[in-house]
């Protein structure tokens, strides 16, 4: 069965740092997301990204964040500065087509630790 | 903008009985679509049911139901036969057309099967 898949599980970065996220979303799926969830917190979206470009971002998404689509496969999130605050689980998701009632499918995350 | 309230933080449900876990919504939109999604200890998210607003007749999944109330903006989940592997945090969340259909969560809540 077809899978998102994030590498790496577990990131330790020191705070300053830049730290990309990588994802690889499902095959011909056209709807990309990042989500991130602080321990103990609910999930709270990033940015989607569609047809090579931001669609939305939310007001987390600010200028130390990026997304890329480099190759047509990958799908990465860099942090340029790294903050104590951006420690959590990073989940990249991706959906088949428009429409809000398709499902979107999720990696299992990377553990980001800013120390 | 779309909101997500679940007002129970932690339930707890013996093996075999049912269980309902609430969640309330508030939208703007006249179009919407509502989801229920699990994470276990693995920290993967994964779907368990969805509902479109369009739709008066409540979804269910073989062990998993919804009480889509729209009037009163409420989407609840019924597990039935409540099994070991039920025990992951749920969350209830809506899908917001001005974010590229992205995924907006409630708090969670915390699900606790005992034999």
């Known amino acids: 069965e077809p899978e998102v898949t994030q590498t790496p599980s577990h990131q330790v970065t020191q705070m300053g740092q830049e730290v990309i996220l990588r994802c690889v979303p499902i095959?011909?799926?056209?709807?990309f997301y990042w989500y991130r969830q602080i321990l103990g917190q609910k999930v709270e979206f990033l940015v989607s990204?569609?047809?090579?470009?931001?669609?939305?971002k939310s007001e987390i998404f600010d200028d130390q964040f990026s997304v890329e689509r480099p190759d047509g496969s990958n799908f990465t999130l860099k942090i340029r500065s790294t903050k104590l605050e951006d420690s959590a689980m990073y989940f990249c998701?991706?959906?088949?087509?428009?429409?809000?009632?398709?499902?979107?499918?999720f990696g299992q995350g990377t553990r980001l630790t800013v120390v | 903008a779309q909101t997500v309230t679940q007002s129970q933080p932690e339930m707890s449900v013996q093996e075999a009985e049912t269980v309902t876990l609430s969640c309330t919504y508030d939208?703007?939109?006249?179009?919407?679509?509502l989801f229920w999604y699990k994470q276990p200890p693995s920290r993967q998210m994964i779907l368990v049911i969805r509902?479109?607003?369009?739709?008066?007749q409540n979804a269910t999944e073989n062990r998993f139901s919804v009480n889509f109330q729209k009037a009163a903006k409420s989407f609840s989940l019924k597990i039935s036969d409540s099994q070991l592997g039920d025990a992951a945090m749920y969350f209830c969340?809506?899908?917001?057309?001005?974010?590229?259909?992205?995924?907006?969560f409630g708090k969670g809540t915390s699900l606790l099967v005992t034999p």
């Open positions: 998701a991706s959906r088949p087509s428009t429409g809000g009632h398709t499902e979107a499918f």
């Open positions: 095959s011909n799926h056209l709807y």
């Open positions: 990204f569609y047809n090579n470009e931001i669609s939305e």
């Open positions: 939208t703007s939109e006249s179009d919407y679509y």
């Open positions: 509902q479109e607003a369009y739709k008066q």
């Open positions: 969340a809506s899908v917001n057309s001005n974010s590229g259909y992205a995924l907006n």
